[in-house]
C-alpha cells in the first residue's frame, strides 16, 4: 500500500470524495501496529515478513465480488469485510496451516460511502486480530461497478503437517466439522425477505451463519499438528463439492451416509418451510466453511482428541473414502448420486 | 485454486458457457509444471511453498480493473495479462526482492470469450515464465461489469538488503532507471486515436511502452543484493509522485533537476504536438514503471556498477534529497513546485 501523509477526515462523503491517498490514511489509522516479524508492513511497495523458522509458507486469495458472491441488501459492509477474511482463513484452515498475515485488495464504486467503507475495513482488522493476523499491504482502487473485496491469507505450516487433498485412501473415515445448510438457508431466508419493507420478523440465526462464517482455523491446525487427518477441504462450494474434491484428487470415491450428515437445524426448518428436502438442500448449499477430513482408521482416536483439544467445534463421521470412482449418498440402504454443488461462477443472484 | 476433473474444450463461445471448473481446467493445462520448492501447487485449498533458506517473504498485491487501469479499446486481454504481473513485479523489484510466485484471481464478464481467457492467461504466464514466476494458484469468479484481474506477487529478499522507501538523507542523489512520460503518452496516443476506423498509422513504440511495461526486476535485485541504495520506490504513479513517496517516508526533501530527467524520445514528440509540455506531462503521468533510487555519495560507485552489472537499462542522476520537506523542480536556475502525481483512484477515463 502506498503512504500518504493526509490525515483521517470525518465519515462523510463517498469514498470518490476522498480519494485514494485518504482512504490510505484512514485505513492505516485503523490497522493496529504490526507485529514484530513484519519488517515492512503497510505503506511501501511490498510487505517484507519473517517467516517462521522452519516452516512451509501457505498463500491463498480469494475475492468477493458483489452481485455474485455478496448483495448489498443482504450484506453490511461490515460483514462483507468479516466473510472476506473468513473465506481465506478457512482455505488456508483446510491446509492445516496457521493463518499470520493478509493483504486486502478493494475496488471500490464512487458511490460508496466513506461510513461504509469503514465499516468494511473495521470488520475485516476484527476479524484479522481474533484469529492474529496482520494486515501488511493491499490495494485500493476505484470500481466502475460492483465492490470487489480480494484477499490474500498467508500462513505458515510444517512440512510434515500439511493437510493437502490428495492423501485420502480407501477405508479411511470422512469426519465434517459443525453442520451443513444453515449459511444457503440464511441466504434463502433473506432473498425470501427482500422487499421495499424491512423484514418484520426478528433475522434467526441461519442469516448469520451466511453472513458472518466462522473459519475452522483452531481445528484445522490442531488437526495438522497432530498429523490426524490423511486429507482435508473446506466447504466453501458444499458438502457434496468438498467429497468430489478430496475423491478427485485422491483418486478415490467416497460415500456419505445421509443419516449421519448434521443438518443444522434451523436450516431443516427452512427448508420444510419451503418444500425442500433439507439433506439435498445442504448437501448443495455452499458458504458453509465447514472442514472435511479423511481420516484413516489407525488415527481416528489421535483425530477426535485433536478436535476435542481445538474446542471449536464439534466433528461427525458422515461417511468412508472408497475405491472409487463414484461419488455417492447412501440412503435408506439405497446409493444415489450426490447432488450437483454449488458453483458461485455459474450463480446468477 | 480449485480442482476440476474436466479437460480443456476448444476455445469457443464465452468464459459463462465453459464455468468456472471447465476454465480452471484451460488454466491447469496451460501452466508449466512447477518447481521443486513448489510443495502444493493450483488445485488445492491454498498453496504451500518453501521458503528459500534466510531470506525474508515479500508479499505484494495490485488490481487492474477494466475502465479504470485499462479500456478494452487500447489494451488487448493478453496486454492485460501481461501488464497485471509486471505491475506487481514491479512492486518487488523496488524492494529488491527476487520474485518467485503469483497467485492469479480473475473476476471475468460472462461476455468475454474463452479465446480472450486464454490470451490473457497465456499472456501472463509468458510474462511469468521470463521472470520465472511460478503461478501457485489464485481464484476464478463472475463479474457482473467490469474485467478485474488482481495479482498477489511473492518474492525473496535477505534482511540486510531490504529496499524500503524510507531510508533517503539529504545528499543522497536520486536516480531513476530508464526513461518517462512513454506510458502515458502512449496512453494519450491510443486515445487520440480511438474511432469508430482503426488508427491507420502503425501504432508507435510509446504505445507498447503503455501496453506492455518491463518491471525493472534484475536492477532492483542487484542494486538491493550490493545494498547499493538507501530507498527505493517504483514509478507506478508517476515520477513526481515517486519523488514525494521517497521524501514523505524518509522525513525528508527532494529536488529534481529539469534538464537532467530522460524524457522519452517518442513520448516528447507526441506532447509537443499536443502543445503540451512534455517534462510537465512525463513528471506527471503514471505507469511508467521505472525505478527511484536514493544513493548515499559513498555509495555511487558501487550503484552504478551494481546497475551496468543488472543490464536492464540505463541509470540516470536526476537530483538530490534535501533536507526538506518540500519537493522541487529546478527549472532554469528556479525552483518550483512538482505538478501533482497520478492517481488512479481519481483517474475517470
Same mark, same amino acid.
Given at each position: 500500500?502506498?503512504?500518504?501523509?493526509?490525515?483521517?477526515?470525518? /465519515?462523510?462523503?463517498?469514498?470518490?470524495?476522498?480519494?485514494?491517498?485518504? #482512504?490510505?490514511?484512514?485505513?492505516? +489509522?485503523?490497522?493496529?501496529?504490526?507485529?514484530?516479524?513484519?519488517?515492512?508492513?503497510?505503506?511501501?511497495? !511490498?510487505? @517484507?515478513?519473517?517467516?517462521?523458522?522452519?516452516?512451509? *509458507?501457505?498463500?491463498?486469495? *480469494?475475492?468477493?465480488?458483489?452481485?455474485?458472491?455478496?448483495?448489498?441488501?443482504?450484506?453490511?459492509?461490515? %460483514?462483507?469485510?468479516?466473510?472476506?477474511? /473468513?473465506?481465506? #482463513?478457512?482455505? #488456508?484452515?483446510?491446509?492445516?496451516?496457521?493463518?499470520?498475515?493478509?493483504?486486502?485488495?478493494? /475496488?471500490?464504486?464512487?458511490?460508496?460511502?466513506?461510513?461504509?467503507?469503514?465499516?468494511?475495513?473495521?470488520?475485516?482488522?476484527?476479524?484479522?486480530?481474533?484469529?492474529?493476523?496482520?494486515?501488511?499491504?493491499?490495494?485500493?482502487?476505484?470500481?466502475?461497478?460492483?465492490?470487489?473485496?480480494?484477499?490474500?491469507?498467508?500462513?505458515?505450516?510444517?512440512?510434515?503437517?500439511?493437510?493437502?487433498?490428495?492423501?485420502?485412501?480407501?477405508?479411511?473415515?470422512?469426519?465434517?466439522?459443525?453442520?451443513?445448510?444453515? !449459511?444457503?438457508?440464511?441466504?434463502?431466508?433473506?432473498?425470501?425477505?427482500?422487499?421495499?419493507?424491512?423484514?418484520?420478523?426478528?433475522?434467526?440465526? =441461519?442469516?448469520?451463519?451466511?453472513?458472518?462464517?466462522?473459519?475452522?482455523?483452531?481445528?484445522?491446525?490442531?488437526?495438522?499438528?497432530?498429523?490426524?487427518?490423511?486429507?482435508?477441504?473446506?466447504?466453501?462450494?458444499?458438502?457434496?463439492?468438498?467429497?468430489?474434491?478430496? !475423491?478427485?484428487?485422491?483418486?478415490?470415491?467416497?460415500? #456419505?451416509?445421509? +443419516?449421519? =450428515?448434521? @443438518?443444522?437445524?434451523?436450516?431443516?426448518?427452512?427448508?420444510?418451510?419451503?418444500?425442500? %428436502?433439507?439433506?439435498? !438442500?445442504?448437501?448443495?448449499?455452499?458458504?458453509?466453511?465447514?472442514?472435511?477430513?479423511? @481420516?484413516?482408521?489407525?488415527?481416528?482416536?489421535?483425530?477426535?482428541?485433536?478436535?476435542?483439544?481445538?474446542?471449536?467445534?464439534?466433528?461427525?463421521?458422515?461417511?468412508?473414502?472408497?475405491?472409487?470412482?463414484? @461419488?455417492?449418498?447412501?440412503?435408506?440402504?439405497?446409493?444415489?448420486?450426490?447432488?450437483?454443488?454449488?458453483?458461485?461462477?455459474?450463480?446468477?443472484?
Amino acid at each position: 500500500m502506498r503512504d500518504s501523509a493526509g490525515t483521517a477526515s470525518p /465519515a462523510r462523503g463517498t469514498v470518490s470524495d476522498l480519494g485514494e491517498h485518504a #482512504l490510505l490514511a484512514r485505513l492505516r +489509522a485503523l490497522a493496529p501496529p504490526p507485529p514484530p516479524w513484519v519488517i515492512v508492513g503497510i505503506g511501501d511497495d !511490498a510487505a @517484507v515478513l519473517e517467516p517462521p523458522r522452519n516452516q512451509l *509458507d501457505v498463500v491463498t486469495t *480469494d475475492a468477493l465480488v458483489e452481485h455474485v458472491h455478496f448483495d448489498r441488501r443482504f450484506s453490511s459492509p461490515a %460483514d462483507v469485510g468479516h466473510k472476506a477474511l /473468513a473465506v481465506n #482463513l478457512s482455505d #488456508l484452515a483446510a491446509m492445516g496451516a496457521e493463518p499470520r498475515a493478509a493483504l486486502l485488495s478493494l /475496488a471500490l464504486p464512487d458511490t460508496l460511502l466513506v461510513a461504509e467503507f469503514d465499516a468494511l475495513v473495521q470488520a475485516f482488522l476484527a476479524a484479522a486480530a481474533s484469529q492474529r493476523v496482520a494486515l501488511v499491504g493491499g490495494n485500493l482502487s476505484r470500481s466502475p461497478g460492483p465492490l470487489v473485496v480480494d484477499v490474500t491469507a498467508v500462513g505458515a505450516v510444517r512440512r510434515r503437517r500439511v493437510l493437502g487433498r490428495a492423501g485420502a485412501r480407501p477405508g479411511d473415515a470422512l469426519y465434517l466439522s459443525g453442520t451443513v445448510g444453515a !449459511a444457503a438457508a440464511g441466504l434463502g431466508w433473506l432473498r425470501a425477505h427482500a422487499g421495499a419493507e424491512a423484514p418484520r420478523e426478528p433475522v434467526p440465526p =441461519i442469516v448469520e451463519r451466511y453472513r458472518r462464517p466462522s473459519p475452522r482455523v483452531r481445528l484445522g491446525v490442531i488437526v495438522g499438528r497432530n498429523r490426524a487427518a490423511a486429507a482435508c477441504v473446506d466447504l466453501s462450494d458444499g458438502l457434496a463439492d468438498a467429497a468430489r474434491q478430496i !475423491a478427485g484428487a485422491s483418486g478415490t470415491g467416497a460415500v #456419505l451416509d445421509a +443419516a449421519a =450428515i448434521p @443438518v443444522d437445524a434451523g436450516a431443516r426448518e427452512w427448508y420444510q418451510g419451503q418444500g425442500l %428436502d433439507p439433506l439435498e !438442500a445442504a448437501l448443495a448449499g455452499g458458504e458453509d466453511y465447514e472442514l472435511l477430513f479423511a @481420516v484413516p482408521r489407525r488415527r481416528r482416536r489421535g483425530f477426535l482428541a485433536a478436535a476435542r483439544l481445538a474446542r471449536d467445534t464439534r466433528v461427525t463421521c458422515i461417511g468412508a473414502v472408497t475405491e472409487g470412482p463414484t @461419488v455417492a449418498l447412501r440412503r435408506n440402504g439405497r446409493e444415489e448420486a450426490l447432488p450437483a454443488g454449488f458453483a458461485h461462477f455459474a450463480d446468477r443472484r
